[in-house]
């Protein structure tokens, strides 16, 4: 099972980078980079996930009983998601520009930066 | 428990450039222009202040701060700490001069200075900062990306401008991209240890051969910072991004953004990796990507017409040939590329204000439309013509004595043949700067074609980054280039510096001392003095690649090519082919990312395979 999850983060990335790479459209290849990052979640919360395990809120005075699942990865995958947001509203802006100045947001007819 | 003050520097560090650029944000709503200017050159200045107070307190080892007091406790710890040695602090103290220099440049004149520009430049230098001081795999990748996200809304700045946006956002994305790989790597790494700090790691792979999984981390967590470091064949953002930044901004980038790649992969090879990954593999597999690195950068540099792109492959010819001093593997190859590196920086950061000088009185990049329109009295020319032969090499400058030593290092590792590719290389774009400086300000040589449209090379920026031409060069911009040439020729007059340089190298290749201080508090032992300094045969090498680039330059300049001929033929279908590759297409570099990935890949875990 752990493996499956595995998996499915490394396609994920591996997807969302060929989205990238054969996009036609810049908004397109910006949110092929958040399914890109999606594969960074599922593998940060795989790594730390522990079956039967509870969730890790802990109180002064009492000895956890039972495992818990690992709150590292947890607090990564959330600054990750912060990261996450900060540059697809970049990136999303930028194409708002491209689609005032260039009236495309095609890369393909985005011809102005060769060589 | 109390460390003392320099514990309480690396934070505020950090901190002090992010609540500047807060309150610089809360500042030009109602004030003026000259306050936001004043305000940020404090916060800059103060920032160097306090790099160069962590430069002074790390001479004998390395300055250890757990945020919130969260100590370890037996070499165990929960706590995100920042580990300072002298070479963090001295690359800190590089990165806040140069934001001084940046925002001296901009002073008054700017326009692009308007509203936001001072608070990103701000939280950019936090971000290089935070980046070097860290001794947290996680945290440099948080900071990584805060000097990542400044860098790419202030290469957009002109948001009018197509241009502008469009190498804002393939910059943007592919950087992007490296770095969800590094974090990728990162995870895996945890998976493995359960750690995050660089000592933890170290400790816990020591030992380990290298299996699929570290050797897949190793080559996931050094993708995103060789994309920032525009290693080849991941490096054709930065010609995008440089040509329509504004010049402060490429003075950053150039200067020690991308050179920050670099000391990325040294610091997590050498205390993360060190022990598990055998030396000589990772040594080829960057000798080979540096040389391609140098090779690429060298060809397009040349190349070029429009100067912006032209100095922004030089830096990637640089790039290659510090990633070839880091291959090296040994403290005076460290050594070597720290001195290289500020040398560099210094001269690339005078040449790239240079050039912006030229925009704004010219509104011109191109090297056809500029040519002898600016003339040999203005002091542009004489600063643009040493910069060229400091890029060069030329002895006594920091770029040659960098090269000196990297070098004998070279030599010393059993790699002399690497002295000819280090005279080359820098022979080759100091030649391209020098002919340029020539042809534009001296008007020699023959003047070169308008641009055929099938090489239209990014359009002409229309406007002045200045609100209006400038009549004459503002005194705060020739100031500014002056301490930028000055710094760097003083990096290579100065014993002292050089010899703190090799101490530190010595401090940062210390895998066992690293440990031992940042977890258990043992003082460093003291490093040996360091014998980095200007030698005969570096002095005569230096020489070698002023005169070969003074050589190349005038062929170039004066002996016009066979019109027709199987050679030229051959000659320019093969650059024609390299630069067609350089194609402004988001979905090329994705692929040329991946394919470089996987290169790397192949070149450290094939040779492991049992």
Redesign the interface.
């Known amino acids: 099972m752990r493996i499956f999850a595995y998996a499915v ?1 490394g396609w994920l ?1 591996l997807v ?2 060929m989205g ?4 036609r459209n ?1 908004i397109q ?2 949110v092929s ?1 958040s399914v ?2 999606s ?2 979640y599922v ?2 919360l795989a ?1 730390g996930y522990q079956w039967e395990g509870a969730a890790p809120v802990f109180s002064p005075g009492s000895t956890p009983t039972s495992d818990v699942v690992d709150p ?2 947890q607090a ?1 995958a959330l ?2 998601i912060v ?1 996450s947001a ?2 697809t509203a ?2 999303l802006a ?2 708002i ?2 689609e005032k ?2 009236h495309t947001v095609d ?2 007819k ?6 | 428990m109390y460390r003392g003050l320099a514990s309480d520097l690396a934070p505020l560090a950090v901190a002090l450039p992010i609540v500047m650029a807060c309150a610089v944000l809360v500042v030009q709503r109602w004030a003026s222009r000259r306050l936001a200017d004043l305000l940020a050159m404090v916060a800059a200045v103060a920032a160097l202040g306090l790099s160069a107070a962590l430069v002074a307190a790390t001479k004998d080892g390395r300055v250890v701060t757990w945020s919130g007091g969260w100590e370890p406790r037996d070499g165990r710890s929960v706590g995100i700490v920042l580990v300072v040695d002298q070479l963090s602090a001295g690359f800190a103290c590089l990165a806040a001069g140069l934001t001084c220099c940046a925002l001296l440049y901009s002073w008054r004149y700017l326009e692009a200075a308007h509203g936001h520009y001072h608070a990103l430049m701000l939280l950019f230098l936090a971000g290089m900062i935070g980046f070097v001081l860290t001794g947290d795999l ?1 945290n440099m990748f ?1 900071f990584f ?1 805060l000097m990542g ?1 400044s860098a ?2 202030l290469t ?1 700045l002109h ?5 502008s ?6 910059f ?2 592919i950087n ?2 490296g ?3 590094s ?2 790597g ?3 790494l ?2 493995r240890t359960g750690q ?1 700090g660089f000592a933890q790691l170290g400790a816990k792979l020591a030992g380990h051969p290298a299996d699929g999984l570290i050797v897949g981390a190793f080559v996931l967590v050094t993708i995103g910072f060789l994309v920032k470091a525009a290693m080849a064949p991941m490096h054709f953002w930065l ?2 991004a440089h ?2 930044a504004p010049t402060p901004v490429c003075v950053l980038m150039s200067g020690v953004m991308v050179e920050m790649g670099v000391y990325a992969l040294a610091r997590v090879y050498l205390t993360v990796f060190a022990t598990s990954i055998p030396a000589p593999v990772v040594q080829r597999a960057f000798l080979t990507m540096g040389l391609l690195t140098a090779a690429v950068g060298s060809l397009m540099c040349f ?2 017409r429009h100067l912006k ?1 032209l100095l922004a492959y030089s830096t990637i010819a640089h790039v290659g040939l510090f990633l070839i001093g880091f291959a090296l593997l040994s403290p005076d190859g460290l050594a070597g590329v720290a001195l290289y590196v500020v040398g560099h920086a210094g001269v690339k950061g005078a040449l790239f204000l240079l050039v912006g000088l030229l925009l704004d009185r010219f509104q011109s990049l191109d090297e056809g439309k500029l040519f002898g329109r600016v003339g040999g009295r203005h002091p542009a020319c004489w600063m643009f013509l040493l910069a060229a032969l400091a890029l060069a090499g030329l002895p006594p400058s920091g770029p040659g004595l960098g090269k000196a030593i990297t070098e004998e290092a070279a030599s010393a590792a059993g790699y002399p043949w690497l002295s000819v590719v280090f005279v080359l290389v820098s022979a080759v774009t100091g030649a391209a700067v020098l002919r340029a400086g020539l042809r534009v300000f001296l008007g020699r040589g023959h003047r070169p074609g308008p641009i055929e449209p099938a ?5 002409e920026p229309k406007e002045p980054e200045t609100e209006h031409p400038l009549r004459r060069t503002p005194l705060t911009m020739l100031v500014a280039i002056g301490a930028l040439l000055a710094g760097s020729i003083v990096v290579g007059v100065v014993p002292a510096l050089a010899q703190a340089v090799g101490r530190g190298a010595v401090f940062f290749s210390d895998q066992a001392g690293y440990f031992n201080q940042a977890l258990f508090a043992v003082p460093a032992a003291p490093a040996p003095a360091s014998a980095a300094w200007w030698s005969w045969s570096g002095i005569l090498l230096g020489a070698a690649s002023t005169v070969l680039a003074m050589i190349i330059a005038g062929i170039s300049l004066h002996v016009r090519p066979p019109e027709r001929g199987h050679f030229r033929s051959r000659m320019i279908a093969g650059v024609e082919l390299v ?2 590759l ?6 090329d570099y ?2 040329w ?2 394919f470089g990935a996987a290169v790397l890949a192949a070149l450290i875990g094939l040779p492991l395979l049992p």
Do not use: C, W
């Open positions: 983060a990335v969302g980078a990238i790479l054969r996009s810049l290849a910006t980079l890109a990052q594969g960074t593998l940060l790594v590292v990865v990564m600054t990750d990261v900060t540059v970049l990136l930028l194409t520009q491209i100045t260039h890369p393909d985005l011809q102005q930066l060769k060589g | 996680f948080v990306e996200v790419f809304a957009g948001i009018e401008e197509p241009d946006v469009q190498g804002s956002l393939n943007a994305l992007s991209l770095a969800y790989l974090l990728m990162i995870g895996l945890y998976a995050l010609a995008d040509a329509v190349a070029q792109r090489h239209q090379i990014g359009a630069r067609r350089h194609s402004g297409h988001i979905g994705v692929a990312l991946l």
